[in-house]
């Protein structure tokens, strides 16, 4: 082992106090040339940032070294997204060093909240799909599974919310800003990836076709590193690809003497990396996208191959030694790239190639919204990938003659087809994922089934045993232990610490969910967590709310299939309650909500501007702001995420039956003892069962249900009609009081609802308001929510991200752990 040759100096990297503090000031001095009393807070957040780099690396390179001797199979993971949230607390939970370096700094005369509080999270994702494949390498390096996962480094992430006089208002992420000490860049991994041109044809002496792809741009893709550490085990490399110029992209440019052009040149092909694509916009033809999904695909493809090239081996077995899991359809375009760079680069044959890349990808779905299923206008493909057009019409010729020999209807076989002709031509890119990998899996069990009867049916009948399910999980180390220290605390005085490593150890909590001082410990953990979210909501929005109030919570990207209006409609229900008679039983509740808008999702930005209007009037409005606030927290990121869970009292799970694919939101808030109100969609079916239907506040319609009322003719307006309260309510958002006078302000809400109402809030909103009585009912019983909360989090255990990557080892990537020497 490198660690052990003689004269190999490998520093000072040990995990003592006091080597990190003699680390932490060399780091200031050399790397940043400070002395502490120059220095500013990132300067010394800078330095801690790279002494722990140091240590995870060291993790990083020994697990290398096993890995190489013990030649094991690998995954590499591809996603467009990844959320990992701030880096530095986890890395110090992960090294177990929290509180020594607390202590090191602190001799310091630094405070180590404040220096977490300088990182800037990397922002590089939309919501749940990003944040999951980051919770998946925290257990992929947890677990010791060989892997790394390839992404982009987009220079600006997901938009910064701010929310003025209502409205949301977007502004640039620049997450880089400040220098990102937790990536090393590898400029000796680059990439040229090419687009445009055209294809020729020409068969040689042997008649044997050969095809070349002469493209008309060129542009280089550069690695960046990120290793992502494990709990008490080794780190993984993030590698993100980031987007430069080619030296000879200038070349006729600079012979003719015009320099400006080349540089504009130069501009534009480095914009492919420049912004993450908000989801939930019309992204169908958005050329920068396709490149951008072309231009990582095609980097990560190259660097596996080298890999395996690296280690003396052929391509022929690429899948023997490689599995590729697609992260969605995002990444889809590698099934067409594959088959180019075994075809055209590396000259095998095609009946071979198509059964390596057959065999070495896997892909998951992640929605069945028929509007967010990718499809790239055929145009548009032949304009920027020529040759994979090619490639994609004869993987389709051949499935199609395959498909012609079993049973399978003329209908049925243009509805498989890749290529979609009814309209404008498209391709189809969950076909062509599907088509070319060995095994689909959807991201709960309802989904799962969903994804087999309604979008991918035929092909789950020609195939039924590439179908599969793997249920979501959520890392309980960053979403429990990390982010709320003190319920941690209290459950491994309880049970001991094994939880950390098998979540399933949680259910030793219900045999002390009947003790009262165990009860009465427990509320104190949450009161103080709530306390700590009001002062972050006062800073945040000026709003004050009571920390004994219930917190009723509902945070993730809004979309009218999740249903925050339905929320909003049951508030003004309270409001108006209180308004006629101020003695109800309502109980004092905060209602908290947030998340981010698409800039081009007309409904949701409308929805945002409908919170904040009630929250105005609400907030402001003496007779009920003893009893009721509501809270728009601007700006929902992983960071704040980490704040919001332990706090909240009551997670709001209620989307229409059928749409959300499984959520991880649910997850984390019942994990920190919050209860769930939620519809049967998605993975709150698997939570309840696992808590216990006492221990879940159920309502709404099922997907079977949702299904037969659209069939028979769903009239929402009927029951508007036939509601008194509700019609009190929806009317409410047409009035002065809401709209200041302009009645056009909710009126795309109103009419929405009267006359389609898509997501079905008006049939569902009775059983809603009726169950939300249920949970008052229970709240007044302080000893039976705490009964509650604490069987929920006992039963978490199924919802650790541990599980769901034993799961994909062991049904789809046929992947062992490799077993870390200890030093
Ligand atoms: C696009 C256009 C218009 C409207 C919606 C979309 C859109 C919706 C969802 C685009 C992509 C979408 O899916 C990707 C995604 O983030 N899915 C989420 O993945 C999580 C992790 O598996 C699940 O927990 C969420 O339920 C699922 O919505």
């Not at 990836?193 to 294809?199: I, L, M, P, S």
């Not at 003719?256 to 130069?266: C, H, S, T």
């Not at 919570?553 to 979309?559: A, C, D, L, N, S």
Request: charged content about 25%.
């Amino acid at each position: 082992s490198y660690f052990t040759k003689p004269g190999v100096g490998i520093g000072n990297v040990g995990l003592s106090k006091e080597d990190i503090k003699t680390s932490f000031l060399e780091k200031l001095f050399y790397s940043l040339g400070r002395i502490p009393v120059v220095a500013t807070q990132n300067d010394f957040y800078i330095s801690l940032a790279l002494t722990i780099r140091d240590r995870v690396f060291r993790k990083y390179v020994k697990s290398l070294e096993q890995y190489a001797e013990e030649d094991a199979r690998g995954v590499a993971y591809l996603s467009a997204e990844y959320l990992p949230g701030p880096h530095l607390g986890n890395n110090l939970l992960n090294l177990e060093i929290m509180e020594e370096i607390r202590e090191a700094l602190a001799e310091l005369s630094l405070d180590l909240d404040e220096l977490l509080n300088e990182e800037v999270e990397p922002g590089l994702g939309n919501g749940g799909l990003g944040r999951l494949a980051s919770c998946y390498m925290d257990s992929l390096a947890t677990l010791g599974i060989p892997s790394i996962a390839y992404g982009i480094r987009y220079e600006f992430g997901i938009f910064k919310q701010e929310i003025q006089n209502g409205w949301q208002v977007e502004s640039t992420d620049k997450w880089l800003h400040n220098g990102n000490p937790w990536e090393v860049i590898r400029p000796e991994i680059s990439f040229i990836v090419n687009f445009g041109g055209h294809t020729k044809h020409r068969r040689d002496d042997d008649n044997k076709l050969h095809i070349e792809w002469f493209p008309d741009s060129e542009i280089k893709g550069i690695a960046y590193d990120t290793p992502i550490l494990g709990y008490q085990s080794t780190a993984i490399i993030l590698r993100l690809w980031k987007a430069e110029a080619t030296e000879s992209f200038d070349f006729a440019a600079y012979n003719l003497g015009d320099y400006y052009r080349a540089v504009e040149k130069k501009m534009r092909s480095e914009n492919i990396t420049k912004v993450l694509y908000p989801n939930d916009e019309n992204l169908s033809g958005k050329e920068l996208r396709l490149k951008q999904q072309y231009f990582f695909v095609c980097c990560s493809l190259q660097d596996i191959i080298r890999l395996q090239l690296l280690q003396g081996r052929k391509l022929e077995t690429l899948h023997e030694k490689f599995t590729i899991q697609l992260n969605d359809t995002h990444p889809s375009i590698a099934v067409a790239e594959l088959m180019r760079l075994l075809l055209d680069e590396h000259h095998l044959e095609w009946e071979e190639a198509w059964k390596v890349t057959k065999n070495t990808f896997a892909y998951t779905n992640h929605t069945l919204l028929p509007e967010a299923l990718e499809k790239w206008p055929v145009s548009l493909l032949r304009n920027l990938l020529p040759r994979h057009l090619e490639i994609i019409y004869e993987i389709n010729s051949r499935f199609i003659s395959e498909i012609r020999e079993h049973d399978f209807t003329g209908e049925q076989i243009s509805r498989m087809s890749l290529v979609d002709d009814r309209g404008e031509p498209t391709i189809r890119m969950a076909h062509l994922a599907t088509v070319g990998s060995y095994k689909v899996n959807g991201v709960s069990a309802l989904h799962s089934g969903l994804l087999q009867e309604q979008v991918l049916q035929d092909f789950a009948q020609l195939w039924p045993e590439k179908f599969t399910n793997v249920t979501n999980g959520v890392t309980h180390r960053r979403f429990l232990a990390l982010s709320n220290p003190r319920l941690a605390a209290l459950i491994s005085e309880k049970i001991g610490k094994d939880w950390l490593t098998h979540l399933d150890k949680l259910k030793g909590l219900e045999s002390f969910a009947d003790e009262e001082d165990f009860r009465r410990k427990w509320m104190e953990v949450k009161l103080h967590n709530k306390k700590n979210l009001a002062n972050h909501i006062k800073e945040l929005t000026g709003i004050t709310i009571n920390p004994e109030m219930l917190i009723d919570v509902q945070v993730k990207r809004i979309h009218e299939y999740k249903r925050q209006h339905l929320k909003v409609l049951h508030i003004l229900s309270l409001y108006l309650r209180i308004k006629k008679d101020k003695d109800t039983n309502i109980p004092p509740t905060a209602f908290v909500f947030g998340g981010k808008a698409a800039p081009g999702y007309f409904m949701a930005k409308r929805i945002i501007k409908l919170i904040t209007a009630v929250g105005d009037l609400i907030n402001n409005d003496p007779e009920v702001n003893e009893i009721l606030k509501v809270v728009f927290l601007p700006n929902f990121s992983v960071k704040l995420a980490q704040l919001v869970y332990p706090g909240a009292d009551l997670s709001e799970q209620i989307s229409m039956a059928g749409k959300e694919a499984s959520g991880t939101g649910n997850m984390k808030f019942a994990l920190n003892g919050a209860l769930t109100v939620g519809t049967l969609d998605g993975a709150n079916v698997e939570i309840r069962e696992e808590v216990g239907e006492e221990n879940f506040f159920l309502f709404g319609l099922t997907t079977k249900e949702v299904e037969n009322k659209k069939a028979e003719g769903y009239h929402p307006y009927k029951i508007y009609s036939e509601n008194e309260k509700l019609k009190r309510v929806l009317d409410f958002l047409m009035s002065d009081e809401l709209t200041n006078g302009d009645p056009e302000l909710f009126r795309p809400v109103y009419d929405n609802l009267l006359n389609q109402d898509p997501y079905l809030l008006l049939e569902d909103y009775q059983s809603y308001v009726d169950q939300m009585e249920n949970v008052y009912k229970v709240w007044q019983d302080p000893g039976k929510w705490a009964r509650m909360s604490i069987l929920n989090v006992a039963n978490m255990g199924r919802f650790s991200s541990d599980r769901s990557i034993r799961d994909y080892c062991e049904k789809i990537w046929k992947v062992e752990a490799v077993k870390m020497q200890s030093e």
